[in-house]
């Protein structure tokens, strides 16, 4: 258990920066699958187990390693997304395969040259646990390695159990809704940018609409959250990847990630990341930050060095997908006229966004309002296709 002193500490930081607002407004607590250990342990007697996990997987006080093992189940190995099994890894970058020094199981990456299990991968096993936080945008790629890891076990006939917890943004659905020419990593499945679902009702989606191959042979069980609705207010009890340190970067987000193939930086590279913007040349407001090299998060930050000004976003009230900071960040690239150096990346916004048409609107100077009537039938349409799949009560509907 020593090995899990680190995770604890990082812990106790993210819980002091989300202050007392870390468990769901709500007189009656939520149970997460992973702790209600009678619907689902017991299925587990007998077989050879392989886990989907990171260092939000925990049941009670214990990772769900230590949990599972606690309950003579035969785990196996551990598969490793991104930012790796204890999430210590910065964004992108490779997972490599190692030994947990605590358990002495293999720790496989499925993050890096393998995305999708192989059979060798996965030999002998017989149910593997999808258990990992979520926060609710459709390029956070946990999402998309729970994909091909279904995918996986329909291929190689392994059941897959899905362990619930809730989606902080879990009541805003927006954003364009992804076109499949747009596919990838960042983006798998054709639902909105917030698709105000947690991780077991995509999963019965990804399975019930086709979405993998084989999807009709996959045994898929899934342990809903206990006392849980999509609109409570919900803070994560620990930081769900190195660059969202507390519940502000998490509500900000999906707003703030479509900089990311920007020439604007959201922060990588200090201690609010997520949290700011700002730019060494355009002036995007007052504030001023100066990225630097963090090893365990943004070792090779954008503008590492380079004295920043733009907005301190710590206190600000921007919630669900507002388009309001890209608009006013590309304004002041038009006026300083720098609009040509705003996009890095096209392809890459194109693939965060799901579509092109976005980036185009932007480029066009639509206005807020024409760019969100542009994707309304498309969200309507999405909300209809995902009702057969929900768990929990939703005023979206």
């Not at 930081?13 to 468990?23: G, I, R, V, Y």
């Not at 309001?324 to 966004?353: E, M, N, Q, R, V």
């Not at 932007?362 to 969100?372: D, H, L, P």
Request: charged share 20%.
């Amino acid at each position: 258990m020593k090995a899990w002193l680190g995770l604890f500490a990082a812990t106790a930081l993210f819980l002091n920066a989300c202050s007392d607002a870390t468990t769901p407004k709500t007189s009656i607590a939520i149970t997460v699958g992973a702790e209600q250990a009678e619907r689902y342990v017991p299925q587990l007697d007998g077989k050879k187990v392989a886990l989907v996990v990171n260092q939000t997987s925990r049941a009670h006080d214990q990772h769900l390693v230590d949990y599972l093992l606690a309950q003579g189940i035969d785990v196996t190995k551990v598969l490793a997304p991104e930012h790796g099994f204890r999430g210590d890894v910065g964004a992108g970058e490779t997972i490599n395969d190692a030994v947990d020094p605590a358990t002495g199981l293999p720790i496989l990456s499925i993050y890096g040259k393998t995305k999708k299990p192989s059979a060798e991968m996965l030999s002998g096993v017989d149910t593997i646990i999808f258990d990992i936080q979520d926060v609710g945008a459709r390029f956070y790629t946990y999402i998309s390695t729970m994909h091909y890891v279904m995918e996986a076990a329909a291929e190689q006939g392994i059941e897959m159990l899905v362990l619930d917890r809730p989606n902080p943004n879990g009541a805003y659905i927006d954003g364009p809704v992804l076109e499949k020419e747009f596919q990838s990593f960042v983006g798998m499945h054709e639902i909105p940018l917030l698709h105000g679902m947690t991780v077991a009702e995509l999963a019965q989606m990804i399975k019930g609409e086709g979405w993998i191959n084989n999807a009709d042979q996959l045994k898929l069980t899934v342990v809903p959250v206990a006392n849980y609705a999509r609109d409570m207010t919900y803070h994560l009890p620990i930081a769900p990847s190195p660059n969202l340190p507390n519940a502000q970067a998490i509500q900000l987000y999906p707003s703030l990630c479509l900089f990311e193939p920007t020439a604007v930086s959201i922060g990588r590279g200090t201690e609010f990341p997520f949290q700011v913007l700002g730019h060494n040349e355009v002036a995007l407001g007052e504030f001023q930050f100066s990225p630097r090299s963090m090893p365990n998060s943004a070792p090779q930050p954008k503008l590492e060095g380079q004295q920043l000004r733009g907005q301190d976003l710590r206190t600000s009230a921007i919630k669900g997908f507002d388009l309001a900071p890209l608009l006013d960040a590309y304004a002041a690239f038009i006026a300083a006229g720098k609009a040509d150096d705003f996009f890095t990346s096209a392809a890459f916004f194109d693939k965060l966004s799901g579509t092109d048409e976005l980036r185009k609107a932007i480029v066009a100077g639509q206005s807020e309002a024409e760019i969100r009537a542009s994707w309304q039938a498309d969200l309507t349409r999405f909300k209809q296709q995902r009702q057969p799949y929900l768990l929990y009560p939703d005023s979206n509907n």
